[in-house]
């Protein structure tokens, strides 16, 4: 199977998941299942296969992570694969986990932040909120003074300082205005103009 969506081979994936008793949730070597392979070796077609690979296993663990504590969004973002990127946050995958280096998708160095804006115009739903000691805009660690706050768009763990703006989110169906980051509100209000 890793073989299969290493290649992009759509028929041979297909076949192996309806005709074949294969563990979908084996590791290879370096820690990565299917979906890792998926978003590491990315083809054209990879939100196909993500597809058929959800149309079989409709509950697959999309947050699982790697030797490296990459999530296949993160693999998918840090190579430019911005289709299964967005497949991926649509069937629910936590946009505010880091890995073992203390990069998100948030703080992975890119070319252009238009990635980014278009994966967070693109959530459909509320995400589910995240976890950290620590902020993941400024890094400051939270005490009892300084308390963790969620960005309710994205869903990452903020300081005060960094989740100040409040907006309401039509889209989620929150009417009233709620705790939103920066990045968020840009988005929000000025859509992948925010981008530029």
């Given at each position: ?6 290649h992009?081979h ?10 074949s008793?294969?563990d ?17 070796y ?7 296969i ?5 149309e079989f ?5 999309l ?29 629910g ?20 932040k ?17 976890e ?12 009892i003074?300084?308390?963790?706050h ?47």
């Open positions: 199977l890793h073989l299969a969506v290493q992009g759509l028929d041979v994936v297909r076949r192996l998941l309806s005709e008793d294969i979908v949730f084996t590791l290879n070597n370096k820690g990565m299942n299917c979906l890792h392979v998926l978003a590491s990315s083809r054209e077609n990879a939100h196909l993500f597809t058929i690979l959800l296993y409709p509950k697959f663990p947050d699982v992570q790697d030797a490296q504590g990459n999530t296949a969004l993160l693999l998918a973002y840090k190579n430019g694969h911005g289709q299964l990127c967005r497949a991926l946050v649509a069937a995958a936590n946009l505010s986990i880091c890995n073992y280096d203390s990069f998100s998708i948030f703080t992975m160095p890119t070319a252009s238009a990635l980014l804006v278009s994966i967070l115009d693109n959530i459909p739903r509320e995400p589910p909120w995240g950290s000691e620590t902020c993941l805009e400024c890094g400051t660690k939270f005490t003074t300084n308390r963790r969620h960005c309710r768009h994205c869903g990452r763990v903020l300081c005060k300082r960094c989740s100040l703006n409040e907006l309401p989110i039509m889209k989620f169906n929150l009417q009233r205005p709620v705790r939103v980051c920066q990045l968020c509100t840009d988005v929000l209000t000025h859509g992948v103009m925010a981008a530029r």
